[in-house]
């Protein structure tokens, strides 16, 4: 059974005997059932009976149901209530907006609004490069997605991504003091995004693209970035990038290999894939092999869209074929960006000494991270149980203040290189180990540092 997970959190309420031995009959309960207690406290108590809410971590909604039965099974006690906490916190959505000034009298409504507000409106009339300095477009992203590839979750739609949307606002404003906004839309026509993206971006200083689906998105960010002068980025595509070439940059100071002498492969060539593989290769990695469902890439791959056609061209230079088990044989590095369960143990014993894998499909990695752990040295996952996640809160926030703070648009390699040695290089010398080849998302030095980096490499490039 998986590690229960925060992400299933329960509170159950439950009646029981006010016996000296109540509460830790609950938590046997809890124990023998698989769940992880976190908390167990008497909210009410009586001559002959306690009320308890029971907090306790599970597995999944399955799992969760099977320790509420557990609670229900105890002898005398009843469940008044089940609350799921991860639905709590979202009722009413995560995100409020608070006006930056007061509106306590006439003065302030004057100022802030009519008559006031017309003197400033004519002011940006008349130098439109004044919204930067006198509106919220300054520090403000809009988080764009049509809700055509949600998490692992897929097509799911506009409504349904929208507390993902929130929450990716949500870790602007935690992480980077970015006000950013959910804009979700009822379309997966290609030129209906494009043209209500350039509508609204008057409003915006950036666009955050997300969970728009391969290859719609790269058609989308392109046109964007012709079209607008504020910064266009696919956090799906980029933001991943520069978390995995950091991670990678650190993973490589561990084993002592270098960038410019390792063989990669590569399992998925979707958004994420593609944006990975072209950051390697302007970072100095030449030997890349790629592989799709129907495995590696080359030059002689028929039916492929311009952006595998980039791949076949750039990369696999050795011209290898076959599956991805066979092309993953004495390679250095395994990056993986693609779905659940595709390799074993064995396949990963097959590597080069001393190799990493990044098994970083999303509930479940290509492959069992306990499993590659046995033969490979460092070992990632996108997964928050796990050493080592790859997760874009590390790049996204600080990249967004940093492109903000220049006043720049232009997404350029170097930006992104500079972001992703910013977080490699929040992971002092004596913190580096095989365990801990990235910063912790919590950690308040890394936003400001790769914002910096951004910064400066965009000014520099500007």
């Keep these: 059974m998986a590690a ?7 509170t159950v309420r439950v009646e029981a005997p006010s016996s000296s ?5 609950l938590a046997a309960a809890v124990s023998a059932a698989g769940g992880a207690l976190t908390a167990l406290d008497v909210v009410e108590s009586h001559a002959d009976r306690l009320v308890v809410d029971v907090t306790c971590d599970a ?11 557990a609670l229900a099974d105890v002898s005398e006690v009843s469940v008044r209530k089940v609350s799921d906490r991860t639905f709590l916190i979202h009722l009413g959505g995560k995100l409020e907006v608070n006006p930056k000034v007061p509106l306590k ?3 302030d409504l004057s100022r802030a609004y009519t008559p006031g ?8 009339a008349e130098n439109p490069e004044d919204a930067r300095r006198l509106t919220v477009k300054r520090n403000t992203v809009a988080v764009v997605t049509d809700g055509s590839a949600v998490l692992g979750l897929g097509n799911i739609g506009p409504a349904a991504a ?15 003091g970015v006000d950013a906004w959910p804009v979700c839309l009822d379309t997966q026509d290609t030129d209906e995004i494009v043209s209500i993206v350039k509508a609204l971006a008057p409003v915006y200083g950036g666009i955050n693209l997300e969970d728009i689906a391969a290859p719609r998105c790269f058609e989308i960010e392109a046109r964007l970035r012709e079209l607008l002068d504020i910064p266009v980025f696919h956090d799906d595509q980029h933001g991943t990038a520069i978390v995995v070439l950091a991670a990678l940059t650190n993973a490589l100071r561990v084993v002592g290999k270098t960038l410019d ?7 998925g060539v979707g958004a994420a894939g593609h944006a990975i593989i072209r950051l390697l290769h302007a970072q100095g990695v030449t030997d890349i092999v790629a592989c799709d469902r129907r495995g590696a890439v080359h030059p002689n791959g028929e039916g492929r869209d311009e952006f595998r056609r980039w791949i ?19 390679a250095d590095v395994f990056i993986g960006v693609s779905g659940p369960n595709l390799l074993t143990g064995d396949a990963i014993a097959t590597m080069a000494p001393d190799a990493i894998v990044f098994a970083l499909a999303n509930p479940d990695p290509e492959v069992d991270p306990i499993a590659a752990r046995e033969h490979a040295a460092v070992v990632a996952t996108g997964r928050s149980d796990f050493p080592n996640q790859i997760n874009n809160v590390l790049a996204f926030p600080g990249f967004f203040r940093g492109m903000l703070d220049a006043g720049a648009h232009e997404i350029s390699d170097a930006v992104m290189l500079a972001g992703a040695g910013a977080i490699a290089d929040s992971v002092r010398p004596e913190q580096l180990n095989a365990s801990y080849i990235v910063p912790s998302v919590f950690d308040p030095e890394v936003a400001p540092a790769v914002a910096a980096a951004v910064k400066h490499a965009a000014q520099a490039t500007a």
């Design 312 to 330: 076949a061209e750039n990369t696999n230079p050795r011209g290898v074929t076959g599956s991805l088990t066979s092309v993953l044989a004495g």
């Design 21 to 25: 031995t109540a509460t830790s009959g």
């Design 59 to 69: 597995v999944d909604a399955d799992h969760a149901e099977s320790i509420t039965k």
């Design 261 to 267: 002498g390792i063989k990669v492969v590569v399992s």
């Design 4 to 10: 229960p997970s925060p992400g299933y959190a329960i």
């Design 105 to 107: 009298h006439r003065d």
């Design 117 to 124: 507000v017309a003197r400033v409106c004519l002011a940006i």
């Design 162 to 176: 929208l507390p993902v949307m929130e929450g990716k606002a949500a870790l602007f404003k935690q992480f980077a």
